[in-house]
């Protein structure tokens, strides 16, 4: 959840939910210029996911 990344990220600081997706668009634009294959979806009600294929010493792994 939102609660969980917030915490994990800044620790206690105050952090609305407008900076948090803002942040969450900067790093979808920034995976979009470096990988057609890497997303970062919106689940609704648990917070975000990452998947796709990553490349790890030249194999391919999909994650989700």
Not at 21 to 39: G, Q, Y
Request: with cysteine; aromatic share 10%; net charge positive.
């Amino acid at each position: 959840p939102r609660s969980e990344l917030k915490l994990h990220c800044w620790g206690r600081v105050s952090v609305s939910n407008k900076a948090l997706d803002r942040k969450i668009h900067i790093v979808r634009a920034a995976l979009a210029d470096v990988s057609e294959t890497v997303r970062v979806h919106s689940v609704y009600g648990r917070g975000f996911k990452v998947e796709g294929f990553f490349q790890q010493d030249g194999s391919e792994k999909f994650s989700e």
